[in-house]
């Protein structure tokens, strides 16, 4: 009370001596950061304590927290359980050696994915801020991670919102009672189109194309009226509509931060378990469905020799679980600071690669489906990936089964809604780093991002899409995983980040995450790194896309160096000095230890 009366509040923070709270509860809710040069030189180890007691402040501003405990677990789950979980891992899976995939799948989950999971979720709880602030508390000078993650975070929404607006054309092209790519009568057909589903003695050629792709290519993205890169042509103005209203429905669902798109991921990320289950029950009753589970899962244990396979593992569960894009820091800094974020990791990293496997199910019976009405083997149907197999494969069978509209209307409302789920985290993760009121930017950056994105839906925008998947997103972000685990394990150290989570849980982790987060995830991250040969289409990018595709690709890292020498250069002292700045974090409440009194000093 006397401190109170001596103390009046200033604005929207009080400066008072922190009180111990006893072993039980920390009630550190808020973020608190210790009053005074905190960047000067002292024990790196926390070794030694100032035995005056040192004001600190405490931000008495009030930030956004969860709901509910589940509107943060469906958030996260919506947001590692997206497209890639339906198509990719299928893909990889029967192409990696089938069952025997499993083994380097586990193996790479278990010792890189799921420590780097945890880590971004505790760092995001314990500090409670986006993924650029975050790093004035573990080492300033990498704070230009944070901007790279946002840069990578915009290219990652770029090409989500792309496919949504795609699935959205599919989804209103569904409501008839024949779906308009079942047959080779459309005003968009060639001569190559041939149906062979219902017919006898259809020859099936290289030349072959299927009602399905012909919609895909032809109708959708008017791809044969652009050259390529070069000639990109006009906006589809049907494509440029699906956008707008799929923008609409991700502004209403973040205006109001999470006490917004906590209730939204209610359906966004349950929705497509429903539909998966619907799709893996018709497609199990299939004629030929057990030919593409055979050839799903059939081991080829000879595979395991190949170095390929164990990358293609590591990169399909880095890109899968989503360590490095700031939708984890962002996500879990809403929590309250004793949520058991360990649980947390295990319970949705597990959900994940359950849905994963559960998906190629899913895929293959539908492709064995159609490897018997074409009366070809499982891998002549199973060779296109990426979305050509959402939107041309999958779509080709549901036109020929009994209820087909149904089908192809629950279809594309799940990939809607796990596009959905990962737009809103990569938006969200943007969000929380550049601003704390995220209702006062964020009309101004839908309207922005909306401008940004419409050259993606000119006739030859398919080709940009491809460029910036590959380019801006693939091997810039391991790289800037692979340093953000590096800061975290050797700048603020193992020790210090192991106490950071004992003051959350109560218990330190275990040796085995240590020796994760310190040698085994980085090396798990130096292999995920695989470029594959950029085709679309059978269209070749030329030489100099290539060189604009690197281009993409720096326009994010280089905010890492540029940043560091920004910070070395204007901090005062001799260099020895600006490098003792530069590397020291900031302290946080949790990081200040009790003297008997109870009162808080300073390390």
Not at 111 to 135: C, D, K, N
Not at 141 to 155: E, M
Not at 549 to 574: E, H, Q, R
Request: some cysteine; glycine content about 8%; aromatic content about 16%.
């Amino acid at each position: 009370l006397i401190l109170k009366l001596l103390l009046p509040p200033v604005g929207k923070s009080t400066t008072a001596f922190a009180k111990s709270p006893g072993p039980a509860k920390m009630p550190h809710q808020e973020q608190v950061m210790v009053h005074g040069n905190l960047c000067a030189p002292g024990p790196p180890n926390n070794a030694g304590y100032n035995s005056n007691p040192v004001p600190v402040i405490i931000q008495t501003e009030s930030r956004d927290k969860w709901s509910k405990k589940m509107d943060f677990l469906l958030s996260v789950i919506g947001f590692a359980v997206d497209l890639g979980n339906v198509w990719r891992f299928p893909y990889i899976c029967y192409q990696n050696g089938g069952g025997a995939f499993l083994i380097p799948y586990v193996l790479m989950a278990v010792f890189g994915g799921v420590p780097l999971f945890y880590m971004e979720l505790a760092l995001g709880q314990f500090h409670r801020t986006g993924a650029i602030s975050i790093w004035k508390h573990i080492c300033p000078i990498f704070k230009g991670i944070g901007f790279a993650i946002c840069i990578i975070a915009l290219y990652v929404s770029f090409y989500y919102n792309t496919i949504i607006a795609w699935a959205l054309f599919y989804f209103y092209s569904s409501f008839s009672s024949t779906l308009p790519w079942t047959s080779c009568d459309n005003a968009w057909n060639t001569e190559n189109c041939t149906n062979y589903f219902g017919k006898d003695n259809v020859t099936w050629t290289n030349y072959s194309r299927s009602p399905a792709e012909e919609f895909y290519t032809r109708n959708v993205l008017a791809v044969h009226e652009s050259s390529g890169l070069g000639d990109v042509g006009y906006i589809r103005w049907q494509l440029m509509l699906c956008l707008f209203l799929i923008f609409t429905i991700v502004y209403f669902s973040l205006w109001k931060g999470v006490k917004t798109s906590g209730k939204v991921v209610w359906v966004t990320a349950t929705l497509p378990y429903v539909v998966l289950l619907i799709l893996m029950i018709r497609g199990a009753t299939l004629p030929g469905a057990w030919k593409g589970v055979v050839f799903y899962l059939n081991p080829k244990w000879e595979k395991l020799k190949e170095t390929s396979v164990w990358v293609d593992a590591a990169a399909q569960i880095f890109f899968s679980l989503g360590p490095g894009f700031g939708v984890l820091l962002a996500l879990s800094s809403y929590n309250p600071f004793n949520n058991n974020c360990y649980r947390d990791a295990i319970v949705t990293s597990l959900v994940n690669c359950l849905t994963s496997f559960v998906s190629g199910f899913v895929i293959f019976t539908v492709l064995g489906y159609m490897a018997e009405q074409r009366n070809v083997n499982v891998e002549d149907v199973a060779r296109d990936k990426g979305p050509s197999l959402l939107f041309i494969t999958y779509p080709e069978a549901i036109a020929n089964m009994v209820g087909s509209t149904f089908f192809a209307i629950i279809f594309f409302v799940m990939m809607i809604t796990l596009g959905l789920d990962s737009t809103f985290g990569g938006l969200e993760a943007i969000i929380t780093a550049v601003m704390d009121e995220q209702t006062k930017f964020g009309t101004l950056f839908n309207v922005t991002f909306f401008i940004n994105l419409l050259f993606l839906f000119c006739k030859g925008g398919a080709y940009v899409v491809k460029l910036l998947e590959e380019f801006g997103v693939g091997s810039p972000i391991i790289a800037i995983v692979f340093l953000e685990a590096t800061a975290v394990s050797w700048f603020y150290g193992i020790n210090r980040f192991s106490n950071d989570i004992k003051s959350m849980l109560g218990y330190t982790p275990g040796l085995f995450w240590k020796v994760c987060w310190v040698a085994i995830s980085p090396a798990f991250l130096a292999v995920s790194l695989n470029k594959d040969p950029l085709t679309l289409f059978d269209y070749e990018f030329p030489d100099w896309s290539i060189t604009v595709g690197y281009i993409i690709g720096a326009s994010s890292f280089m905010w890492i160096p540029i940043y560091m020498v920004y910070k070395l250069v204007w901090t005062p002292g001799s260099l020895k000095q600006r490098l003792a700045v530069c590397l020291r974090p900031e302290r946080t409440l949790p990081d200040i230890h009790t003297d008997s009194m109870g009162l808080s000093p300073i390390p």
